[in-house]
């Protein structure tokens, strides 16, 4: 089954305490991306990666790492989590250069940063 | 920059009659736009998309979209109303042209449809 897959789904830490989200898509995809969701804001993009060893900012990418040295694998990393990071975070993925196809969500991980 | 307004955070409507959730865009060029649907504790799902040529976009489970250049929107449309089409709604746009390659979002707008 196509899917993207993301772990943990739920995750409460402390200010302060690196923690990563991993983020694996089975398609195949060249681009993919990160988003966190708040309400009233909708999804804001944090990075996306166009492909292997290249990725770019979105948004709102202050606080967080990202990475992708395999193309089926894009983790988000928070190496000191601050309170306002506590969101509902989203990763996706779709094919080629990713302008026209639809992306492929995950089913989101909450965070609570304590 | 690019942006999309939602300007309705709520819409409800009764079942059997038509909906319309709101979006308008801006962006650099010609656009691509997204309809996505999200249902409690899930990511979201496409539902259509406008690329190029005909203005009236159809999609998945009888939902339609009209692009209109001149009004920059993109409404999302279904003819009659289920229950089941209660979900938060988002509109999307990305630049059609260029390097860039980010997507941006709308904030969302709640559908209930009543019973």
Known sequence: EAQVTQNPRYLITVTGKKLTVTCSQNMNHEYMSWYRQDPGLGLRQIYYSMNVEVTDKGDVPEGYKVSRKEKRNFPLILESPSPNQTSLYFCASSPGGGSNQPQHFGDGTRLSIL | ?115
């Open chain 2, 1 to 115: 920059a690019q942006s999309v307004a939602q300007p309705e955070d709520q819409v409800n409507v009764a079942e059997g009659n038509p909906l319309t959730v709101k979006c308008t865009y801006s962006v650099s060029g010609n656009p691509y736009l997204f309809w996505y649907v999200q249902y409690p504790n899930r990511g979201l799902q496409f539902l259509l998309k406008y690329i190029t040529g005909d203005n009236l976009v159809k999609g998945s489970y009888g939902f339609e979209a009209e692009f209109n250049k001149s009004q920059t929107s993109f409404h999302l449309k279904k003819p009659s109303a289920l229950v089941s089409d209660s979900a938060l709604y988002f509109c999307a746009v990305r630049q059609g042209s260029g390097s860039a390659r980010q997507l941006t979002f709308g904030s969302g707008t709640q559908l209930t449809v009543l019973p």
